[in-house]
């Protein structure tokens, strides 16, 4: 993992070249000595806070877009390094793989319900749809005055809107991948 230098340093220089700055332009933009800009974007330089708020200035960009970690272009998520929610008293275990951060629209979920259990939802957003994909199981979807069977391998999707329910009617485990999407 880089240092917090060498991410400042990468921000900065990304930042600039997005604007089409030089580092004289940025440098008579901020008051940092263009010297002081090199050396900083090189990750050899230890800007000082006020170094950095004078550059973020200069920028007109918020103080955190200099020091935010990147994101990586992947992510693996292990299920067992994740907490579920739990409803029907730990019958339904619902694991956000991927929640809906960053104004993503969508989030993805691994849901299991336990044999004879039952979770009622309310109302998402207005907009809300949700896609379903059944992996084990037999579950039973109560969406507005509609209900569905949904089996083993068999996919829905509904408006996720309106109150809505979800109850195993099978012997067995259900296990699903929810998607909502969000407009």
């Keep these: 993992m880089d240092t917090m230098n060498l991410i400042v340093a990468k921000n900065i220089k990304k930042l600039r070249e997005e604007r089409k700055l030089s580092m004289e332009e940025l440098a008579k933009l ?20 006020s170094t950095l708020w004078k550059l973020s200035n200069g920028m007109k960009v918020p103080f955190d877009a200099l020091t935010v970690r990147p994101k990586p272009s992947y992510e693996i998520i292990k299920k067992e390094e994740l907490q579920p929610l739990l409803e029907d008293n730990g019958k339904v275990k619902n694991y956000p793989i991927f929640p809906d951060d960053e104004n993503r629209k969508f989030a993805v979920y691994y849901i299991e319900l336990d044999p004879g259990s039952y979770w009622q939802s309310e109302a998402h957003l207005r907009g809300t749809t949700e896609f379903i994909t059944i992996f084990c199981g037999d579950l039973e979807i109560r969406a ?18 309106t109150v809505h329910s979800y109850q195993n009617i099978g012997d067995g485990p259900v296990i699903l991948h929810m998607i909502l999407y969000n407009p």
């Design 30 to 49: 901020s008051g940092v000595s263009k010297s002081m800009l090199a050396q900083i974007e090189r990750g050899d330089g230890n800007p000082t806070l």
């Design 144 to 161: 507005g005055n509609k209900k569905f069977i949904v089996s083993k391998d068999d996919s829905i999707r509904f408006k996720g809107d």
